[in-house]
Nanobody, 116 residues
Framework: QVQLVESGGGLVQPGGSLRLSCAASGSIFRLNVMGWYRQAIGKGRELVADITSGGSTNYADAVRGRFTISRDNDKNTVILQMNSLKPEDTAVYYC??????????WGQGTQVTVSS
């Protein structure tokens, strides 16, 4: 079992920044992928960004150039730095941990609201 604890999120004005953090604990495999997904009201869950334990990153087109994902393998944490936030970034953000082909683990979700 893997437990994911998220922090960060909240309310920010358009153009502002937020930082999300996720700490993984439990049965952590050395080789894994951690990332962030989001789900807006009335929409499906979508990938925001992910990063392998080797440091390779992947971003959704909608956030590339504005968001940066990073990780600390010693602490089993992943960080999502979100800059130049837009109202369309409003969603519940979920931390994700996976070691294919095993089933992924999910955090409880944290609300990000971008509004003036």
């Amino acid at each position: 079992q893997v437990q994911l604890v998220e922090s960060g999120g909240g309310l920010v004005q358009p153009g502002g920044s937020l930082r999300l953090s996720c700490a993984a604990s439990g049965s952590i495999f050395r080789l894994n992928v951690m990332g962030w997904y989001r789900q807006a009201i009335g929409k499906g869950r979508e990938l925001v960004a992910d990063i392998t334990s080797g440091g390779s990153t992947n971003y959704a087109d909608a956030v590339r150039g504005r968001f940066t994902i990073s990780r600390d393998n010693d602490k089993n944490t992943v960080i999502l730095q979100m800059n130049s936030l837009k109202p369309e970034d409003t969603a519940v953000y979920y931390c994700n941990y996976r070691t294919p082909p095993r089933s992924p683990y999910w955090g409880q979700g944290t609300q990000v609201t971008v509004s003036s």
